[in-house]
């Protein structure tokens, strides 16, 4: 069996595949684990968009530039808002 390869160090800033940059979107509902990979996409100029239901306000200070962010606030209000209710009207049965 052969030595497995270490990845650790390969990425730099700006890592590149051939001519152009490699660039990613990171998609999460909330907030997760998902934000400390985007800063250190961001760190290395590979983060396209980070796509998430929480507020750029709160994604700002995670070291993420606001303009790479796109948030769908109303998704977390309507899960928040559909979870409330399915919760009481259990209650209420």
């Not at 390869?5 to 890592?15: C, F, L, M, N, Q």
């Not at 750029?56 to 928040?80: C, F, M, P, Q, T």
């Amino acid at each position: 069996m052969g030595r497995v390869p270490s990845w650790e160090g390969s990425v730099r800033k700006g890592a590149s595949l051939g001519d152009s940059t490699m660039k990613v979107c990171v998609s999460v509902p909330g907030r997760c684990h998902a934000f400390d990979m985007a800063r250190q996409l961001e760190e290395r100029g590979c983060l396209h968009r980070l796509i998430t239901s929480y507020p750029k306000h709160g994604v700002v200070k995670y070291g993420i530039a606001r303009d790479k962010v796109v948030s769908l606030l109303a998704l977390e209000l309507a899960n928040r808002a559909r979870s409330k209710i399915s919760r009481f009207s259990k209650w209420n049965s």
